[in-house]
Nanobody, 127 residues
């Protein structure tokens, strides 16, 4: 059973930065495709970014492209989301997720492909 624990959320002013972390406590982290999703109040959970288990392929939602960077450190069993130039519309609970299927080539943005989830961390961006 993969356990994911997010950290790094908080309150930040518009234009600021945050770095989210997701630590995996079980399993073979280097074989997991890792992703970040977010859910704002009253809205559905949406894809933010993903990094393939091979480390070479990343994927971003258009809304964060150029402002966010996803990365992973297999030695630390941790995935990161660096968020810059934050906007009030980035306010949401951010969830880390793992796809353990070890599919080839590229990550997925489909929520149904991620079988393990963290508890979420709140990000609030004030205007």
């Amino acid at each position: 059973q993969v356990q994911l624990i997010e950290s790094g959320g908080g309150l930040v002013q518009a234009g600021g930065s945050l770095r989210l972390s997701c630590a995996a406590s079980e399993g073979t982290f280097s074989t997991y495709t890792m992703a970040w999703f977010r859910q704002a109040p009253g809205k559905e959970r949406e894809f933010v970014a993903a990094v393939h288990w091979n480390g070479a392929s990343t994927l971003y939602a258009d809304s964060v492209k150029g402002r966010c960077t996803i990365s992973r450190d297999n030695a630390e069993n941790t995935a990161y989301l660096q968020m810059n130039t934050l906007k009030p519309e980035d306010t949401a609970v951010y969830y880390c997720a793992a796809d353990t299927r070890r599919t080839p080539y590229s990550a997925s943005r489909s929520i149904k492909n991620y079988g393990f989830w963290g508890q979420g961390t709140q990000v609030t961006v004030s205007s």
